[in-house]
């Protein structure tokens, strides 16, 4: 099967940074989109950023200027840098890997296990 694990969320002021990974392992013949997803407490689930294998990226507006999302293909690893984070960034931080475990099959969708981020003083 395939996991993907997370880490570097915690507890940072606002104005400063984190960086957020997430490691696909397992039974994988190739990724395609690798993605961050948010859920703050009452709110829905919303897409933050989102990265093609090829390097393309998109962004959620609020987070435009101030994230970076990133991959490293060889270690199917995603990245997400956050700068000059605000309070309303506070959330837990999904993974999800648009993943096909053998050649010519359709991907599947995975999700880690999430990540606690909370920006506050």
């Known amino acids: 099967q395939v996991q993907l694990v997370e880490s570097g969320g915690g507890l940072v002021q606002p104005g400063g940074s984190l960086r957020l990974s997430c490691a696909a392992s397992?039974?994988?013949?190739?990724?395609?989109?690798m993605a961050w997803y948010r859920q703050a407490p009452g709110k829905q689930r919303e897409l933050v950023a989102a990265?093609?294998?090829?390097?393309?990226?998109k962004y959620v507006d609020s987070v435009k200027g101030r994230f970076t999302i990133s991959r490293d293909n060889a270690r199917n690893t995603v990245y997400l840098q956050m700068n000059s984070l605000k309070p309303e960034d506070t959330a837990v931080y999904v993974c999800?890997?648009?993943?096909?475990?053998?050649?010519?099959?359709?991907?599947?969708?995975?999700w880690g296990q999430g990540t606690q981020v909370t920006v506050s003083s």
């Open positions: 397992g039974s994988i013949f190739s990724i395609n989109v």
């Open positions: 990265i093609t294998s090829g390097g393309t990226t």
């Open positions: 999800n890997a648009a993943i096909t475990t053998y050649p010519s099959a359709l991907p599947d969708n995975f």
